[in-house]
């Protein structure tokens, strides 16, 4: 159980296009999903918090305008990366928390590599 | 604010042999929890162990266990009889009891089981 998906799994995209990722939580309602940006070799950094039918809260430095979220169901949160530059490319990951899950008890999806042309 | 520092970017092990992986963190909370993940080459994040703050029993998981030292706010894993399936990356992680539970992560350690 607890089981969350990504898709796509990869993507590539040219310069100045939108690229949607979906994170769904497969077996459980997710009252909150993460997304996480990872740099190779590096550690992952969060980005923002979605609360099922609230906005996100965005991390200090984190543009919103740029990193459309929306978690519109208890299963379902979509990033969208708005008219992205190669400096967006990255892994991107999201998790999510069940609703009676424990503290800091998240589970990861397999993560989405976005490479802009 | 919140710092995980994992000192060792890399590690290797030979199989079958005992390592021990090392972290501290801060932070002027009382009650919190921290975790180890695992990140294989699949990429996928896998929890690995759990340990909360408030408990002074050390947490153990097969051939994965911890010592935690709160006071020197150390939480180091150690991994035995290592396999060559251990070979990953391992983070640290800390998030608050209460609150939206983020997770805060150290920079990793890159393990490699030797065969």
């Known amino acids: 159980g607890a089981v969350v998906s990504q898709h796509p799994s990869r993507v590539i995209c040219k310069s100045g296009t939108s690229v949607k990722i979906e994170c769904r939580s497969l077996?459980?309602?997710?009252?909150?999903m993460f997304w996480y940006r990872q740099f190779p070799k590096k550690s992952l950094m969060l980005m923002a918090t979605s609360n099922e039918g609230s906005k996100a809260t965005y991390e200090q430095g984190v543009e919103k305008d740029k990193f459309l979220i929306n978690h519109a169901s208890l299963t379902l949160s979509t990033l969208t990366v708005t008219s992205a530059h190669p400096e967006d490319s990255s892994f991107y990951i999201c998790?999510?928390?069940?609703?009676?899950?424990?503290?800091?008890?998240?589970?990861f999806g397999p993560g989405t590599r976005l490479t802009v042309l | 604010a919140q710092t995980v520092t994992q000192s060792q970017p890399e590690m290797s092990v030979q199989e079958a042999e005992t390592v021990t992986l090392s972290c501290t963190y801060d932070?002027?909370?009382?009650?919190?929890?921290l975790f180890w993940y695992k990140q294989p080459p699949s990429r996928q994040m896998i929890l690995v162990i759990r340990q909360e703050a408030y408990k002074q029993q050390n947490a153990t998981e097969n051939r994965f266990s911890v010592n935690f030292q709160k006071a020197a706010k150390s939480f180091s894993l150690k991994i035995s009889d290592s396999q060559l399936g251990d070979t990953a990356m391992y983070f640290c992680?800390?998030?608050?009891?209460?609150?939206?539970?983020?997770?805060?992560f150290g920079t990793g350690t890159r393990l490699t089981v030797i065969p």
């Open positions: 932070t002027s909370e009382n009650n919190y929890y």
């Open positions: 998790s999510a928390r069940r609703l009676a899950g424990g503290p800091g008890e998240q589970f």
């Open positions: 992680a800390f998030t608050f009891r209460t609150g939206a539970n983020n997770l805060f």
């Open positions: 077996d459980f309602q997710a009252t909150t």
